[in-house]
């Protein structure tokens, strides 16, 4: 089986109804992109507050893309009546850890981790990561997908994919009330996390 050693998180917004586009996003954008044969998955998030259109499409490789990056070039090239949208911002880096779990549910939410680890403490940070992500594969059947890559010296983002929000409490010790949680907090200086619904009937892998 292909090793995934790439992970790209880009974050967009769409242009036109909300309907239309996520349409076009399910049966083309999407599809598209599983069609290359260095894409591993591919996860495309939505918020569902009308003030925040965000979308992001995060996605695993086998090897780099090259100069023309076939995700922005398919959003670019999309046929949305409205024009292509507007990209925020592009992350590129190196996976450290990748896996994925077949589950009788399908995956519902996206989970994007953004963080900083204490200087010297990264290595330590993604040991941790991969055994608590190894440990709640077998007891937690919410957990679908884990991407984590690092930027060095000291950064990293997670992609994780969940069935439900009971599970993502299980796994980071969060709850509605407190939905930032993290595990081993202590190693890191910051972090952000933000979460998306998965568009619906959308496919995840080639």
């Known amino acids: 089986m292909p090793i995934a050693r790439f992970l790209r998180v880009v974050a967009f917004q769409p242009s036109g109804l909300e309907a239309p ?84 549910e399908p995956a519902r939410i996206l989970r994007v981790f953004r963080g900083t680890a204490r200087p010297g403490e990264l290595d330590d940070y993604v040991l941790e990561a991969r055994n608590g992500m190894s440990a709640d594969s077998e007891v937690n059947d919410g957990l679908i997908a884990f991407a984590l890559g690092t930027v060095p010296p000291d950064s990293f983002i997670t ?7 009971s599970a993502i409490e299980a796994a980071t010790g969060g709850n509605t009330r407190r939905p930032f949680s993290t595990r081993n907090a202590e190693r890191l200086v910051e972090f952000q996390i933000v979460h998306y619904e998965i568009l619906p009937e959308t496919p995840t892998r080639r």
């Not at 009308?50 to 398919?74: C, F, K, N």
């Not at 994780?160 to 929000?165: A, P, R």
Request: charged fraction near 25%; glycine fraction near 10%.
């Open 21 to 104: 586009v996520d349409a076009v996003l399910r049966e083309a954008i999407v599809p598209r992109l599983l069609e290359c044969d260095d894409v591993i998955d591919a996860w495309i998030g939505r918020h569902g507050s009308a003030s925040d259109r965000t979308r992001v499409l995060a996605s695993t490789w086998t090897a780099e893309p090259g100069a023309g990056m076939a995700d922005l070039d398919i959003l670019g090239d999309a046929g949305l009546a409205d024009g292509p949208p507007v990209v925020d911002r592009v992350d590129h880096i190196g996976l450290a850890v990748h896996a994925r779990f077949e589950r009788p």
């Open 159 to 165: 992609v994780s994919v969940w069935t439900g929000w």
